[in-house]
């Protein structure tokens, strides 16, 4: 398996441009996750899905923030309008549900997002 | 409601010395306990997990964590450290099954883990 996968690994915007990130998760797992990191903040959870439908969104920053997950292969996270304050990595993460729910999350690699 | 404290923002050691990350929870009911590790400019990779049994849990890279139901903590610990070791390492606990939001762990807010030659 490829793992999960995230695009893009780098951008780079302008204030008040729209900013999509994108999530694939791993095949099979049930729960998605988008979680924020910055140095000042450290992790944040923003949102998650359970087989697709959004579960917890009080991480959320504000309405600039919209989170989607149209089948359970995809997912994207925008940012509309961006502000440098939203300057941080981003990860996505997926993990198997079911009656087990102390499975272990696997993170992507980020994207890494620059606003200038 | 359930949370995790991770006391320490630093822990450094010199290589072949045993380290130990602490981790304190706080649940409402049976915690299901997690260790992951972050490199520089990666994703957070999965060490090992708590969730019945044994308190003495071993997981990758030769790393183990012991479980303490009365102290609440479950520290990570190595017997001899590496320079590789060096990293981010975050604890995280999720409550039993009783919990509506079962899909949700929250994260400490990470120690990081110097290994010195």
């Known amino acids: 398996d490829a793992g999960v996968i995230q695009s893009p690994r780098h951008e780079v915007t302008e204030m008040g441009q729209e900013v999509t990130l994108r999530c694939k998760p791993i095949s099979g797992h049930d729960y998605l996750f988008w979680y924020r990191q910055t140095m000042m903040r450290g992790l944040e959870l923003l949102i998650y899905?359970?087989?697709?439908?959004?579960?917890?969104d009080s991480g959320m920053p504000e309405d600039r923030f919209s989170a989607k997950m149209p089948n359970a292969s995809f997912s994207t996270l925008k940012i509309q309008p961006s502000e440098p304050r939203d300057s941080a990595v981003y990860f996505c993460?997926?993990?198997?549900?079911?009656?087990?729910?102390?499975?272990?999350?696997?993170f992507g690699p980020g994207t890494r997002l620059t606003v200038l | 409601a359930q949370s995790v404290a991770q006391p320490e923002d630093q822990v450094n050691v010199a290589e072949g010395n045993p380290l130990t990350v602490k981790c304190t929870y706080s649940v409402s009911g049976n915690p299901y306990l997690f260790w992951y590790v972050q490199y520089p400019n990666r994703g957070l990779q999965f060490l090992l997990k708590y969730i019945t049994g044994d308190n003495l849990v071993k997981g990758s890279y030769g790393f183990e964590a012991e479980f303490n139901k009365s102290q609440t903590s479950f520290h990570l610990k190595k017997p001899s450290a590496l320079v590789s070791d060096s990293a981010l390492y975050f604890c995280?606990?999720?409550?039993?099954?009783?919990?509506?939001?079962?899909?949700?762990?929250?994260f400490g807010d990470g120690t990081t883990l110097t290994v010195k030659p």
């Open positions: 899905f359970n087989n697709n439908v959004p579960i917890d």
């Open positions: 995280a606990v999720r409550d039993g099954p009783t919990d509506t939001n079962a899909g949700k762990s929250t």
């Open positions: 993460a997926s993990s198997r549900g079911g009656p087990a729910p102390y499975n272990e999350q696997f």
